[in-house]
């Protein structure tokens, strides 16, 4: 509750994503910072890295390493505070949260179960993949919602390549064939990448195996890959893909994945070493009707246009994790970066304004476009969103250089803009002398 010693407000901040990190980076500087109130960022890791380029660690092409983000060091500068941990419940009546126990790699217990306090709560853990049921894809596949599940997949197909090229036999049938089952953003941006590898890890010296031997396969159930983007962008990006010699079938619904295959309703089967999972997304389960909380099917906290929950005013839900209405259209706000950005402004206005006494804006989604980078090959996108009039298709150098920009606009509002100036500059000269791809 409200600090007893000095009377200011606690602002716990549950999820250190995209939207999260942002939030807590503006409230600190702005509240933290002046001793306005008390800010808090409750996340079960120690890292933060933007999302959308999970795919590029986990191809190995970016060290997470390089990129990452440490939550104490950027609490220190900003002006929140930091408590690692994984929220497990919710106490709306005593407005508390509860954190679960974190153990060490060897399953002792380093920090106790504890509560948290809070005057305004905003719940902001993202989403997870969304297996649906479906017989084999826990056991048999490969996930990309974290850091580690990212380097996990990074760490196999390194381990598959080294082994390929040091077998004292030929390569058996299907041996490092890759199959990713979901055709969205990331699937299509991570066969992009591993068609890349395939090539750098052959003229870093794993010559043994070459480009022509691994086969990347896109498993999507809808009739076109991107199917949530513009159809024309679907259409260039899967003529880009066919030139990388990508496989992509559509209108093929998985049924049940195996050690060695992936079954399809249409009774096709296809063989794969490695397969990862990329079909869909969901909130965590523990969001699921937490304390009496209006969920939908996806687990996502069912919040109105100023992103307070439904049914508790200093509540507040915000990116992946929440269903908002996108108004003008028939469907929610879409699971994007640039929503949880914007969603985070709304969610900083709202709560310094709820402080000073004055009304609470309403949250509209504006959707700018979509890009989609095929790695150094090419990116393509639609700019001004989905609206049938003024939409405009970019592809290749101006499409990437709009890319980058969105994880430059992430940076600077976390950064300010002179320091991601130099990082800018530290990291052309660190490709100077790294190599183009994670050997180890």
Known sequence: MTSAANNIPNIVVVGGGAGGLELVTKLGRKLGKKGKANITLVDSTHTHIWKPLLHEVAAGTLDSHEDEIEYLAQAMCSGFRFRLGKMDGLDRTNKQISVAPTYNDNGEEIIPHRSFDYDYLVIAVGSVSHDFGIKGVTDHCLFLDTISQAETFQSQLLEAYLRAHTQDKPLDEGQLDIAIVGAGATGVELSAQLHEVSHLLTAYGLDEVQPTDVKISIIEAAERLLPGLPENLSTATEKELSKLG?????????????????????????PAAIKVWAAGIKAPDFLKDIDGLETNWMNQLVVKQTLQTTLDDDVYAIGDCCACKWIGQDENVPPRAQAAHQMADLVYKSLTRRMTGKDIPEYAYHDYGSLVSLGRYSTVGNMMGNLSKGSLMIEGFMARIMYLSLYKMHQVALFGLFRVGMLSLSH?????????????
Request: net charge positive; glycine share 2%; hydrophobic share 40%.
């Open 246 to 270: 990508v496989e992509v079938l559509t209108n093929e619904r998985v049924i049940e994945i195996t050690a060695d295959e992936i079954k399809t309703e249409s009774g096709k089967i296809i």
């Open 428 to 440: 052309l000269f660190r490709r100077s002398v790294h190599p183009k791809i994670k050997l180890h």
